[in-house]
Nanobody, 117 residues
């Protein structure tokens, strides 16, 4: 069973940076997808970043975060990261880690990111 645990959310000023972590367990082998989505109350969940194994360097980013956000992996720690730079108030949302493994989709519990002065 896949489990995802996010951490690292918080409050940051516009223009600042924040890093999120997604600790994974239960994913084995090379065929999976892992990514980040975000959601604002009353709106649909939006793609932030998505990488498909076995080439996690080929990461797809949402248009609104391209060139500001970077997803990376530490395979030794089974952890995915989302580095968010040049944050804007419109980046405020609950951020969810997502994994697709053996045709099952798993979501983390979400972590709040608030960009405000």
């Amino acid at each position: 069973q896949v489990q995802l645990v996010e951490s690292g959310g918080g409050v940051v000023q516009p223009g600042g940076s924040l890093s999120l972590s997604c600790a994974t367990s239960g994913i084995t082998g090379d065929h999976y997808a892992i990514g980040w989505f975000r959601q604002v109350a009353g709106k649909e969940r939006e793609l932030v970043a998505l990488a498909t194994s076995p080439d996690p360097d080929r990461t797809k980013y949402g248009d609104s975060v391209e060139a500001r956000f970077t997803m990376s992996f530490d395979f030794a720690k089974n952890t995915a990261y989302l580095q968010m730079n040049s944050l804007k108030p419109e980046d405020t949302a609950v951020y969810f880690c997502n994994a697709i493994f053996r045709d099952d989709t798993t979501w983390g519990q979400g972590t709040q990111v608030t960009v405000s002065s």
